[in-house]
């Protein structure tokens, strides 16, 4: 029997997985898997660049629309894309395997880089290293949010708007998700009134032709929306997420890191709108005041960890977890502890994704042309730059500062450095990075990699350490 897409002839409402033969397409998901470094948009680019130019399985229109609808979605945009077109090209199973596949190099690698963490990380070797990756990772959270507001802020409201949302984080100290929901409402509110005022470019700067795909646009996957499917795919979706955390309160109590990182992080895969730079200011400031997991600088660590690892960027909660286990272990081995931590917050941070998709999917052509809806996204959008000003901001104080203190008036609160703590080999290899990733538009694993080698060469020379 052929295997040319070419010919597959599957009708809309079928569940058959046909148009790409599934070995074939397991293949190239595992290769897309391989290749995602850089974040969300170099996430993108790679399944853009395989699927739609170079194998052609999916047209750019649709590529787009289905970008866009997970643009709508909490969690890891990237993620959902890969599970949506999964899904449209080898239906159910297509978007478990895709979806699986997209972080499973990310999971193996970081669990491994943060088991040497805890195992080394008071080194002089890996202080140095990570002397150099912080700095970098700092120049990188500025560059997304120069990307994003060059995109995202079309007119003086949308900058105001994103303005407010890192006053509001910074100083006022308003919890993240207040921020998102209020961002959201006043983009809605502003097209009732102001339409004008969100016309925005296009949200991933991709044109909206591109080469002519194998598969017709009808012929994909598709599934007949019901209430009893939506009910069923609600139910098997929430208890498949959930039953691990029950399971792990029943057998090491409320009050065990485990618990608390399981429910914490549960909720936390429900509000992380924007992509995980704009979530991490959240994470850090929950994971380090809140609950102790981690010490103020340890995030930026966690972090370049994560940037250096295929997969999605918010993988960084795994490093988070397993951090925080190791060093309050209860009765647990904290290996095991911070392994089984480590896995489950992975589990209840991805597994949301899929059930979004899966949900969601048969109702995602009503949603085209929907002004209100893109109406808040674009509110969101907006917000989400201020959101991540925010995050490079906390990581500047604890990257480029030894110490710094709170000043509070009246209502307000501001983190302030020490100047006199600051560290001046930080500064510079910041400074080294900003040139790369701005001046000569480096990659992030390229950056990484030069900022890693001047930290360890200034740890040979006793500069760090």
């Given at each position: ?26 293949r ?5 898997s ?8 170099g ?7 395989t ?7 999916i ?16 969690g890891?945009e ?27 190099p990310?999971?193996v690698?970081?669990?491994?880089l ?23 990772v700092?120049?990188?959270v ?12 079309a007119?003086?409201?949308l ?6 949302s890192?006053?509001a ?26 339409a004008h005022l ?9 044109q ?10 009808d ?21 498949v997420?959930l ?16 618990s ?15 992509g ?27 972090l ?16 988070v ?19 089984v931590?480590?896995l489950?917050?992975?589990w209840v ?12 999917a ?7 042309g ?5 109406a808040?996204l674009t509110g ?41 703590s ?6 510079v ?5 900003a ?12 950056t990484l990699?030069v ?7 200034a740890g040979?020379?006793?500069?760090v350490?």
């Open positions: 029997m052929s295997t040319d897409p070419t010919q597959a002839t599957s009708p809309p409402g079928t569940t058959s997985g046909d148009l790409v033969p599934f070995r074939t397409a397991v190239a998901w595992f290769t897309i391989l290749q995602t470094f850089g974040g969300p948009a996430q993108i680019a790679v399944m853009q660049r699927l739609v130019d170079e194998k052609r399985w047209g750019q229109r649709r590529f787009l629309h289905a970008l866009n609808y997970c643009m709508l979605l909490p890891p990237a993620h959902q894309l890969a599970v949506y077109t999964g899904w449209l090209l080898n239906g159910f199973r297509g978007g478990l395997v895709a979806g699986t596949l997209f972080v499973l990310g999971v690698a970081l669990l491994v943060s088991a040497v963490y805890v195992a080394f990380g008071e080194t002089r070797a890996v202080t140095a290293l990570f002397a150099g990756l912080a700095p970098a700092l120049a990188i500025v560059q997304a949010v120069v990307r994003l507001g060059r995109r995202a802020l007119g003086p409201a900058v105001a708007l994103a303005v407010a890192f006053v984080l910074t100083v006022l100290g308003v919890p993240f998700p207040l921020v998102i929901v209020a961002a959201g409402l006043v983009g809605w509110a502003l097209h009732r009134v102001a969100l016309t925005a470019r296009a949200g991933h700067g991709t909206d032709d591109g080469p002519p795909p194998l598969i017709a646009d012929a994909l996957h598709a599934a007949v929306p019901s209430g009893r499917r939506t009910a069923l795919t609600l139910v098997v979706g929430i208890t997420w039953l691990p955390v029950l399971a792990v309160v029943l057998l090491t109590g409320s009050d065990s890191v485990l608390q990182q399981g429910v914490f992080f549960s909720g936390t895969a429900l509000v992380t709108f924007g995980a730079y704009a979530v991490l200011a959240y994470v850090a400031q929950r994971a380090v005041e809140t609950y102790g997991w981690l010490a103020p600088g340890e995030m930026v660590r966690g370049a960890l994560a940037e250096t690892t295929p997969g999605p960027l918010i993988m960084v909660v795994q490093f977890a397993f951090v925080g286990a190791f060093r309050d272990p209860g009765a647990l081995d904290p290996w095991l502890a911070a392994t931590a480590a489950l917050t992975t941070t991805f597994v949301p994704s899929f059930l979004f998709i899966f949900l969601g048969p109702y995602v052509e009503r949603l085209r929907n002004a209100p809806l893109g808040a969101i959008t907006a917000a989400v730059v201020g959101v991540i000003a925010n995050l490079a901001v906390y990581f500047a104080l604890h990257t480029l500062f030894a110490s710094s203190s709170q000043v509070s008036l009246g209502g307000l609160r501001l983190e302030v450095p020490d100047l006199a600051v560290q001046p080999v930080a500064v290899i910041a400074l080294v990075a040139v790369l990733v701005f001046r000569l538009r480096w990659s992030v694993l390229r990699g900022c890693a080698a001047l930290g360890a060469s040979v020379l006793g500069l350490g």
